[in-house]
Nanobody, 122 residues
Framework: QVQLGESGGGLVQAGGSLRLSCAAS????????MGWFRQAPGKEREFVAG????????YYADSVKGRFTISRDNAKNTVYLQMNSLKREDTAVYYC???????????????WGQGTQVTVSS
């Protein structure tokens, strides 16, 4: 069982930055691939970024590529999402998720956090 807790969301002006953190209470955290998803009102959930057990393996949605960076610190059982050059369309609830499967298999993330709101104002 894995419990996840996100933090770092908030209100930021367009062009600004935020860093989201997700702390995991999991034995063998390093054995899980991790991902960040987001969901805006009236829209489907979007797979924003993923990171494999090997942290050099990462994925980014086209909508955030070049602006967001996912990373992990296995010693702290934490995964991060650094978000730069934020746009209004980045406004959403951001969820952290963990999977024992392949990090690109977005349908098989098994554990989810409660989400943190990110609001980007113009």
């Amino acid at each position: 069982q894995v419990q996840l807790g996100e933090s770092g969301g908030g209100l930021v002006q367009a062009g600004g930055s935020l860093r989201l953190s997700c702390a995991a209470s999991a034995r063998a955290f390093s054995s899980y691939a991790m991902g960040w998803f987001r969901q805006a009102p009236g829209k489907e959930r979007e797979f924003v970024a993923g990171i494999g057990r090997n942290p050099s393996n990462t994925y980014y949605a086209d909508s955030v590529k070049g602006r967001f960076t996912i990373s992990r610190d296995n010693a702290k059982n934490t995964v991060y999402l650094q978000m730069n050059s934020l746009k209004r369309e980045d406004t959403a609830v951001y969820y952290c998720a963990a999977t024992s499967k392949f990090y690109l298999d977005r349908a098989r993330y098994e554990y989810w956090g409660q989400g943190t709101q990110v609001t980007v104002s113009s």
